[in-house]
Each structure stands twice: as C-alpha cells, then as structure tokens.
C-alpha cells in the first residue's frame, strides 16, 4: 500500500506501509536518468561489447550469464567474470535489467519493459 510518494529532482521515492516496519522508501529513476546513465555507460565502451551485450538483451530477452558468455567469446577476447560483472554493472547501476532465479538456482535476466525502447534507442535493435 502506498503511503507517500514524492518526487526529488529526477527520482520518484515512494513509502510503502510493511509490517513491523514504519516504513520502507523506493527510489525508482526516472528514464531520462536512465537513458544518461546508460549512455555514459556506453561512451567508455572501447571494444563494442557492452553494446553487443545490451543487442543481446534486445533480441533475446532473457539470458543467463554463461548463455552471454558463450555468445561473446566468439567475438570478443572476454572472461566469465568479466560478462558477470558486466551484467551486474547494468543490473545494479543503471538499473535497466530484472533477474529471476530459476528453481535450479540459476539467474535469468532480461531487459525491463519500461526501458527497451530506450535501450532501442540508444543501442539500436539492428
């Protein structure tokens, strides 16, 4: 239930009411802090592969870490770690990625609705 939300600068905080607890704040970006996240992201990108990742994203969907990695090894010179890191830069930072986890324990993850067009836009679906 929602008790309060405002908005501070480009970031909507909404307070949730949860049990036992007074109360609990999201921060959820707006896009176009998003979009200027992203695109300082992609502005250090050397080597192609950070846009390579987010077309994966785009055309697939839903991958797992070692799905990307097997993708990109043939293009780029790239470790495990390396494409895990990546994914958890775009995921945590920029906010752009959902990860489920399946019931073997193994995380999918996938391009966020609210964000495609703006990762089409910026990336292009190629």
């Known amino acids: 239930m929602d008790l309060t939300a405002s908005r501070r600068g480009n970031i909507v905080e909404t307070m949730h009411a949860s049990p036992g607890i007074a109360g609990v704040i999201n921060r959820i970006p707006d896009k176009g802090v998003v ?3 992203l695109r ?14 987010l077309r994966l994203f785009i055309t ?3 991958l797992t870490i070692a799905e990307l990695f097997e993708k990109l090894k043939k293009q780029f010179a ?3 770690r390396a494409i895990g890191s ?8 920029i906010g752009i990625l ?5 019931s073997g324990g193994v995380r999918n ?4 609705e609210k ?6 836009g910026i990336v292009g679906a190629d």
């Open 60 to 62: 697939t969907r839903s």
């Open 115 to 120: 964000y495609v067009g703006i990762v089409v």
């Open 40 to 53: 300082s992201y992609l502005l250090r990108d050397r080597t192609g592969i950070r846009r390579e990742v």
């Open 86 to 93: 990546m994914v958890g830069i775009i995921a945590s930072r």
């Open 35 to 37: 979009e200027g996240r």
């Open 78 to 80: 790239v470790t495990f």
């Open 109 to 112: 993850y996938g391009l966020k």
């Open 98 to 102: 959902c990860a489920t986890r399946t």
